[in-house]
């Protein structure tokens, strides 16, 4: 089974802090994801990535950057938390090529980061 | 402009009975994926269906349908014989093919249903 997991489930910071969220995916997959839920809102992708040291920006990315040094590793940098970060943040990953039955995208359980 | 549509923020349906969750899409590529997902309160992605653009037959996969219309660009899952256990979050999702590169699957708001007993 593809397995995504994320290093933290619950996170408390503070305002200013730096924030790191690390997302690790063990198949081999391509593409790596990072989105942020609220409620309302749906999923809203923050960046993704489709190989090593390569990345796009999603729909909001402001506030956010990532790291891909490694294949299996994305992660997710909150470089000075603020308030309105506090939300979910879903990684995720998939294969690349077209979309396929056997090409979808796999998640993570999800990290609840709340930013006082 | 919203590529995904769910006009539903929530349903209700009686426990043993068929429900349909709408989802309409946008998207001017003629290779697309459309996928549906499910969220129960623990807040995992369960993914439970898939049906591209050209296949010919809407997708099954146990209780779980898609009425997939082309032309009128929508895709509805339909749940037949709800469970207790189906009250959750429904996302349906869409992903663009080769002709608009290695894309992201774009999500729509969600439809929170809630199975009654």
């Known amino acids: 089974d593809v397995k995504v997991t994320q290093s933290s489930r619950y996170l408390v910071k503070r305002t200013g802090e730096k924030v790191f969220l690390e997302c690790v995916q063990d198949?081999?997959?391509?593409?790596m994801f990072w989105y942020r839920q609220d409620p309302g809102l749906g999923l809203r992708l923050i960046y993704f990535?489709?190989?090593?040291?390569?990345?796009e920006k999603g729909d909001i990315p402001e506030g956010y950057s990532v790291s891909r040094e490694k294949k299996e590793r994305f992660s997710l940098i909150l470089e000075s938390a603020s308030t309105n970060q506090t939300s979910m943040y879903l990684c995720a990953s998939s294969l690349s090529g077209d979309p396929s039955p056997g090409n979808t995208i796999y998640f993570g359980e999800g990290s609840w980061l709340t930013v006082v | 402009a919203q590529k995904i549509t769910q006009t539903q923020p929530g349903m209700f349906v009686q426990e043993k009975e068929a429900v349909t969750l709408d989802c309409t899409y946008d998207t001017s590529d003629p290779s697309y994926g459309l996928f549906w997902y499910k969220q129960p309160s623990s807040g995992e992605m369960i993914f439970l269906i898939y049906q591209g653009s050209y296949d010919q037959q809407n997708a099954t996969e146990g209780r779980y349908s898609l009425n997939f219309q082309k032309a009128r660009k929508s895709a509805n899952l339909v749940i037949s014989a709800s469970q207790l256990g189906d009250s959750a979050m429904y996302f349906c999702?869409?992903?663009?093919?080769?002709?608009?590169?290695?894309?992201?699957?774009?999500f729509g708001k969600g439809t929170r249903l809630s199975v009654i007993a």
């Open positions: 999702a869409m992903r663009e093919g080769h002709y608009s590169g290695n894309t992201p699957l774009v």
């Open positions: 990535s489709y190989d090593v040291k390569m990345k």
């Open positions: 198949m081999d997959h391509e593409n």
